[in-house]
């Protein structure tokens, strides 16, 4: 009996699979580096802001848990800084691009998104809303963002990652 053909079809059914497993693993939309490169024109080099203690409290307090990491890169220059960050919405990561113009978010988008809903969130009417948002007293927007039915993690995820990129921006500043 000849195995190949079902062989065949079994690496198949398993690359069919496995593509298929990636596609719901995360849309990317705009790869992190083509946002950063469309920003500024180019692609400047990245510096870094270290979390020190006192910033890790204080990014904690923003996002309702400590910080992945012990530093953010980010990309600047006299006016505009670009913040690339990443949270959970319900249960995947989100990633999403923050320009930060004088203190204000200037644009906002979605790079990838993971969930399987709330797909939302990446629309131009959702993300609108955020535009010249800057921080107000205890580091909360200083306006409020309509919900999306379906997508009420992800959105919050999005107004936490807004307001980390403020803050993130102010401290870079100083």
């Known amino acids: 009996m000849n195995r190949r053909p079902r062989r065949s079809l079994a690496l198949l059914t ?3 699979g496995a593509a298929a497993a990636g596609l719901v693993r995360g849309e990317i939309y705009q790869a992190p580096d083509a946002f950063v490169a469309e920003v500024f024109g180019s692609r400047p080099a990245p510096k870094v802001l270290w979390l020190t203690q006192d910033l890790q409290a204080q990014a904690a307090a923003i996002l309702g848990h400590s910080p992945a990491q012990l530093r953010q890169r980010y990309w600047s220059d006299s006016r505009k800084s670009v913040w ?3 949270e959970i919405g319900k249960e995947e990561l989100i990633t999403a691009g923050f320009v930060v113009v004088d203190g204000r978010i200037d644009h906002v988008r979605v790079l990838v998104y993971r969930e399987s809903r ?5 629309t131009p009417s959702f993300l609108k809303q955020f ?4 921080l107000a007293l205890g580091d909360r927007l200083d306006r409020e963002i309509d919900g999306i039915a379906g997508a009420t993690l992800s959105v919050a995820a999005m107004e936490r990652m807004a307001r980390l990129a403020l803050f993130f921006d102010r401290t870079s500043r100083k």
């Open 84 to 86: 690339i960050l990443e």
């Open 131 to 134: 535009k010249d948002a800057k």
């Open 14 to 16: 398993l690359a069919l």
């Open 118 to 122: 709330g797909q939302e969130v990446r």
